[in-house]
């Protein structure tokens, strides 16, 4: 009985595999054409000043309408176009359409507001990056100050000189530069002293029932304390409900982010 379950088990794992296999392979052909066919789209979140209850910034985030799969996550195709090497130009046209977007926003007459834009580890570490984003700048003319890059926590703490230069040479552009995810294993406090970041988003499992996790909350507080005096400005992502608002508040957490606050769309003013 044992041997006989053993063996439909791993029949099972195989037939498994094999469709992993191929729909990754589907969608890596999928991806080679989404951007000519035009099936990327970028959505935006509203990232809010709490005190003023004012939108600020908002981070562009992808979406892929395909048409053999309808709408892939991000958490899908991203992995697959990192593997592929087809990040690099996927992250270019992410990075165009979201400083597009930003210049034309920034300049309807309203009070400016910056766009946060992700960054893939291989894109960042890429030649040409630093190029292509001055590049991206000059073409939009959109002024530095307003774009955002968020590189992972996992970024930062691997290939640490080469990271610092291409951070610094971004900086030079006048670009900010964001750890985002930051809370989620690999975080240290030890490089926020020697990586030169402008903001740090504190990730939702550390938001997630703040007013009721006493260890997350004293863990975000001291987050808070110490990017202050490192004067880095902090956002806490993910807020779902009322009550993590006000207690982030309370806590002289000033920006946020969150479904509470807003999902993701078309136009963050809307
Ligand atoms: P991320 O950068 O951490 O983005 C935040 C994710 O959390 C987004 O998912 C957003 O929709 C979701 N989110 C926002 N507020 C809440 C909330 O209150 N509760 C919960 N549960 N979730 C919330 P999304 O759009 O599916 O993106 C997932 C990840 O895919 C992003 O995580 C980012 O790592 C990656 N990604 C998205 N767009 C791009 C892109 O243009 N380039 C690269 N390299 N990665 C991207
Ligand atoms: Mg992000
Ligand atoms: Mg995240």
Redesign the pocket.
């Known amino acids: 009985f044992v041997k006989e379950k053993g063996k439909n088990g791993y029949k099972l794992f195989q037939s498994d595999m094999k469709e992993t296999f191929y729909r990754k392979m589907m969608i890596e052909k999928g991806l080679r054409k989404a951007i000519d066919a035009e099936e990327f789209t ?1 959505v935006y ?1 509203p990232q809010l000043d709490l005190k003023n209850n004012v939108v600020i910034g908002a ?4 979406r892929w309408n395909s048409e053999e799969f309808g709408m892939v ?3 899908e195709f ?1 992995p697959v176009a990192e593997e592929v090497g087809l ?1 690099n130009q996927i ?1 270019e046209w ?1 990075l165009l359409t979201a400083c597009k977007q930003c210049k034309e926003w920034n300049i309807e007459g309203r009070d400016p507001i910056k766009i946060a ?4 580890m291989k ?1 960042f570490l890429e030649g040409d990056f630093v190029y292509k984003v001055s590049r991206i700048l000059d073409e939009t003319q959109l002024n530095p100050t307003y774009l955002e890059l ?1 590189i ?1 926590e996992k970024i930062a703490m691997t290939n640490h000189e080469k990271v610092i230069e291409i951070i610094e040479s971004l900086k030079s552009l006048g670009v900010r530069i964001a750890i ?2 930051f809370g989620t294993g690999y975080s240290s406090l030890n490089y926020l002293g020697k990586i030169p970041i402008d903001v740090l988003k504190i990730d ?1 499992s550390l938001v997630k029932n703040i007013s009721l996790n006493n260890k997350n909350a004293t863990i975000v507080q001291s987050i808070i304390s110490v990017t202050k005096k490192l004067q880095i400005d902090v956002i806490a ?4 409900t009322k009550e993590e608002l006000q207690y982030l508040k309370n806590m002289d957490c000033y920006t946020g ?4 606050i807003s ?2 769309k078309e136009h963050p003013f809307s």
């Open positions: 970028l979140q981070e562009a985030l992808l996550p991000p958490s991203i990040i992250g992410v834009v992700n960054i893939s894109q968020e992972t985002d995810d939702r992502v993910g807020i779902e982010q969150g479904y509470f999902k993701p």
